[in-house]
């Protein structure tokens, strides 16, 4: 594995401020740019919201360090990152055999699969490019590569479509005047384009409905805050940002009337592992008899396990933790326990929406139906 | 009012890390130094972990603006610190009569009332000064100030001794090897000396107890993160800090056997205001099973609601989520809910720890013969 320095670079600052209206945000989450020697373009997640920064990506090894370091994140974007990032592992495979190119690609794919362990869209997008490169060892690398960036982009154009498809199916839950409490940044940022759990709030306010969202800021990395927030009030949709350890306390006020969060990985019983804190939210909807709905696109599911305590669980530094907004907020040599990620078992999730219906109720046989095949 | 400038200035600055042993830190949270001329000296908690730095005060206004930044904070330090500033506010009654002096009193009662609507302690302890004053207004004022400066002292050495009653009967609730899930901050740094929750702790490792205590960071101020973590390192307790949104997956993976916090208000009936995050713990902590403690001088009552929703709760500034160690962590202009805490209902308390005694369960009747009279 050609392990390059990071080749980054800024190629556009401005203020994330934009005017209210219906894109989602001014620039694309991600875009390939140029033929099969091109690179990858995308927002740098970590600057917002005070900078709108898009980086430049030329080689795998900075796609992974950005995955890894969440400047890519939400787990449909880091599919579509991961299948773009298998092309830029490709380029030094030019020069020799199909099959040559085909074990560059398993190098790339054993590598990007290390960069986040949870979420399931990575591995079904690196299994995808897989499969479409079987049997292809007797062609020419450079056809190979072709072949393999034209399926990167089906997968995003592919994402595109789902996640509008999940925000017009997920809008039927929504009512007019009700209040929606979300998790972490499952909106534009987090895939193509719409999102997953915000294209459904999205969808309710392109058909006329009153909504007001509270947005938990989600510790310890604030995507809420830092994402959500910014894509909300980018749409003109009303919001109200509270610290995660507040939820209870509006839910009891009586100002949410479900919770709607994304997933990272859904087993095939339907436990589903997300941003940590979703299993308490689900508990706290539960005790306050509030629906609690996931959305998220069928490459979510992993079939292959049974239930959840089969996900494996990122853990992230310590320092995120104890040095979360770059000046230290706890003593020297206190111990931290960071998981990245909880699982909520299905019991607890009313339905989860995917782009091929609702799975409702949440269990294997559902979860079969909808999601076999 | 005369308000003065803030005069407080810095006394003292030194590295916070001290070797472990049994002083919960190496400085008196509070202390009045001299007569009734004196001036009170506090460690300025905001400046903690990095710095221990203890602050003069000098006038009620400081005083004031102290306990409104939470340089004082824990709903007992903040009756003390709230004694001795009505101290602080006679000092320029000296040359009038009785009868002004006690005027001034009311005045100083009624300012120090409006720092933080929350505590319970702040108005029993200004209450108590109150009613010491009371029929003295024949007395020259330096004989008033005399006497209160007395009862400034003992509501301190009581609280101490309280404090210390409230760890010894606690600590039988916790077995040795037991894990404990705290919130805030309840230690040392909340009262004179000891602390309520905390003090608990100190008296199972003073019983030679193997605990480990997860440590909730407490959005937005980080007093579990930044106090708690501190003063069990200073302790030599083995603890580990989290997310407050990881709670419940702690819960999940059998490591907590109790969650203990303090409080800041109890109703007549068992409601109890505590740090924003306490509800939802509650909650968790009924979901998994796990008894919930709750530990807190009798000081903490108010028999005067009926219940908790008639707690006034303290709300925030929005920067304190929003920029919250001196970064912006969410776009401009996002509105934001910051209430400063929330109520637990009785019927999710296990039991209530006070220096006379357990009440168990926490009713109504229970309270009465514990907390009555």
Redesign the interface.
């Known amino acids: 594995m050609n392990r390059t320095s990071d080749s980054k670079s800024k190629l556009v600052t401005q203020r994330?401020?934009t005017p209210s209206g219906r894109a989602v945000h001014p620039v694309a989450t991600l875009r390939w740019e140029g033929g099969i020697d091109g690179h990858l373009v995308f927002i740098d997640q970590t600057r917002l919201?005070?900078e709108l920064v898009q980086l430049e990506c030329r080689d795998i090894t900075s796609l992974w360090n950005a995955i890894k370091e969440l400047r890519v994140r939400g787990a449909p974007a880091i599919g579509i990152a991961a299948a773009y990032g298998i092309c830029l592992g490709l380029q030094s495979a030019s020069g020799g055999s199909g099959a040559a190119c085909l074990h560059r690609l398993q190098e790339s794919v054993d590598y990007l699969a290390t960069s986040r362990p949870t979420a399931a869209n990575l591995f079904w997008a690196l299994d995808r490019m897989q499969r479409a490169a079987a049997g292809l060892e007797q062609l020419p690398p450079v056809a190979i590569r072709q072949r393999l960036l034209e399926v990167a982009q089906e997968i995003h154009a592919e994402d595109r479509a789902i996640c509008h498809a999940i925000g017009r199916l997920g809008a039927e839950l929504i009512e007019d005047g009700a209040g929606v409490l979300t998790h972490c940044n499952t909106g534009g940022l987090a895939t193509s384009e719409y999102g997953t759990a915000l294209s459904v709030l999205f969808s309710a306010q392109d058909d006329h409905k009153n909504i007001h969202v509270?947005i938990?800021?989600?510790?310890?990395l604030?995507q809420g805050?830092?994402l959500t927030?910014?894509e909300l009030?980018n749409r003109g949709i009303?919001?109200?940002?509270?610290?995660?350890?507040?939820?209870?306390?509006?839910m009891?006020e009586g100002r949410v009337q479900l919770v709607l969060t994304g997933a990272d990985r859904i087993a095939a019983n339907g436990d589903t592992a997300n941003k940590?804190?979703t299993?308490?939210l689900a508990?706290?909807a539960?005790?306050h008899a509030i629906p609690f709905y996931v959305a998220a696109p069928l490459s979510t599911f992993d079939l292959s396990l049974p239930a959840g305590d089969a996900i494996p669980i990122e853990q992230r530094p310590a320092e995120e933790?104890?040095r979360?907004?770059?000046?230290?907020?706890?003593?020297?040599?206190?111990?931290?326990?960071?998981?990245a990620f909880?699982v909520t078992p299905a019991q607890l999730i009313t339905a989860i929406i995917t782009e091929r219906g609702f799975i409702r109720p949440v269990d294997r046989e559902t979860i079969q139906k909808v999601a076999g095949s």
Chains 1, 2 share one sequence.
């Open positions: 994330p401020d919201p005070n509270f938990g800021e989600t510790r310890p604030l805050a830092r927030a910014w009030l009303s919001a109200t940002l509270i610290c995660d350890s507040a939820a209870a306390q509006v009891k940590i804190g299993y308490a508990l706290l539960h005790a933790i104890t979360g907004f770059g000046q230290q907020t706890a003593p020297t040599g206190v111990d931290v326990y960071n998981p909880d």
